[in-house]
């Protein structure tokens, strides 16, 4: 059994910028695709972005050009660089690593834009 514990998430300005991260433990992660998520209070879960094992990112429209994922096999880790922090980015984030045959979800860390 998998385990994805995300970290990194706060409170902080509009304009300003944070750093998710995610850790998994197993050795599911290098081959897998992984992805952030959001939920908003309210609103269902939506994708952020996504990374495939191969390295290829795809992004939701309204974060393109100022959120960046990245990856480090290696370390069992999943990054999401995140910029120009807006209030509607405001909700809890989860990471995710699935497949065909598997789908695994951390529990997620708040993160808090103020205008």
């Known amino acids: 059994q998998a385990q994805l514990v995300e970290s990194g998430g706060g409170l902080v300005q509009a304009g300003g910028s944070l750093r998710l991260s995610c850790a998994a433990s197993?050795?599911?992660?290098?081959?897998?695709?992984k992805g952030w998520y959001r939920q908003a209070p309210g609103k269902q879960r939506e994708l952020v972005a996504v990374?495939?094992?191969?390295?290829?990112?795809s992004y939701a429209d309204s974060v393109k050009g100022r959120f960046t994922v990245s990856r480090d096999n290696a370390k069992n880790m999943m990054y999401l660089q995140m910029n120009s922090l807006k209030p509607e980015d405001t909700a809890v984030y989860y990471c995710?690593?699935?497949?065909?045959?598997?789908?695994?979800w951390g529990q997620g860390t708040q993160v808090t834009v103020s205008s």
């Open positions: 995710r690593v699935f497949s065909s045959l598997l789908d695994y």
């Open positions: 197993g050795s599911i992660f290098s081959i897998n695709a």
């Open positions: 990374i495939t094992g191969g390295g290829t990112t």
